[in-house]
């Protein structure tokens, strides 16, 4: 009697449980990917396409939470899955180039996003993105024409200024780069990283006071001391203070910098 009770009351039990839709697991992931919660994002949408496999939303947006953590092989798997579904999403296309990018698959990278602007000429983004791109492969001019384009269109993106101003640095056309990084700032950017650059592309132009204005702003946010330090002694130095840009090196070799050392034993007593 015992078990035929428990026995009926286990199918009563299983009967009335609720079973979840794919859609109510897409909401739930959906929920928590709004919350920055990707873990739980991506549990929820891989059970939402285990009901619906061909379901190319949950594919897009389980791929941005895998991106937004950091697995982005895993990125790039479900947005081939995603475009072997529909080959004219453009998103799909971005996205993945964007994910290889961090894999360091740079070529691979540029064939996406490419074929994102075949199919949607105006992805604005794309260029930027491609732009950034050039830039890690050493293709200064081409890069330089991506973020000019994206500019044209976008045109207070400090990222974008700074960006563009390092690629006119590395390709020799330091006015530009000045100009560049100058309207970063000007734009409100707070990546102290421009005025360091700022300062080095003013020592290649010979203004020296600018470049030591430039250095004294890192040093006082205390970022990258000592690199900061070693090109402020050699604006001073430069500038004919003689004891000042000794003094910097000085300062730049305890915090551990080479060529600082190297100026120092060389042009100093």
Same mark, same amino acid.
């Given at each position: ?44 949408? @891989?059970?939402?396409? /285990? $009901?619906? #496999?061909? =379901?190319?939303? *949950? !594919?897009?947006? &389980?791929?941005? %939470?895998? +991106? ?11 947005? @081939?899955?995603?475009? /072997? $579904?529909? #080959?004219? =999403?453009?998103? *799909? !296309?971005?996205? &993945?180039?964007? %994910?290889? +990018? ?15 602007? /075949?199919?949607? #000429?105006?992805?604005?983004? *794309? ?32 990222? *974008? ?109």
């Amino acid at each position: 009697m015992t078990r035929h009770l428990i026995s009926c009351f286990t199918v009563f039990f299983i009967f009335n449980v609720h079973a979840q839709t794919a859609d109510e697991f897409y909401q739930e992931g959906a929920t928590h990917f709004e919350a920055s919660e990707f873990e739980q994002a991506i549990n929820a949408f @891989t059970q939402s396409l /285990k $009901l619906e #496999p061909n =379901d190319e939303d *949950a !594919y897009y947006n &389980r791929s941005q %939470a895998y +991106f937004y953590s950091g697995d982005f092989l895993s990125c790039v798997e479900d947005l @081939t899955a995603l475009i /072997k $579904l529909d #080959p004219e =999403d453009s998103e *799909a !296309y971005f996205l &993945r180039g964007w %994910a290889k +990018f961090h894999l360091t698959h740079f070529q691979s990278a540029l064939v996406d996003y490419d074929q994102c602007l /075949k199919i949607d #000429p105006e992805y604005i983004d *794309a260029h930027y993105q491609k732009g950034s791109t050039l830039l890690a492969m050493d293709y200064f001019k081409q890069a330089i024409q991506e973020f000019s384009v994206y500019l044209a269109e976008i045109d207070d993106d400090f990222d *974008a200024y700074y960006n563009r101003g390092l690629a006119y640095s590395l390709d020799q056309h330091y006015e530009k780069a000045e100009a560049d990084f100058s309207t970063s700032i000007k734009l409100g950017t707070d990546n102290v990283n421009v005025w360091f650059n700022r300062g080095t592309v003013r020592m290649e132009l010979k203004n020296f006071q600018g470049a030591i204005a430039d250095m004294n702003y890192v040093i006082e946010q205390g970022k990258n001391e000592a690199d900061a330090l070693q090109y402020r002694g050699m604006a001073r130095f430069a500038n004919g203070d003689k004891p000042g840009g000794c003094d910097d090196w000085k300062l730049a070799v305890e915090k551990g910098s080479f060529e600082a050392q190297q100026q120092l034993m060389s042009l100093c007593d």
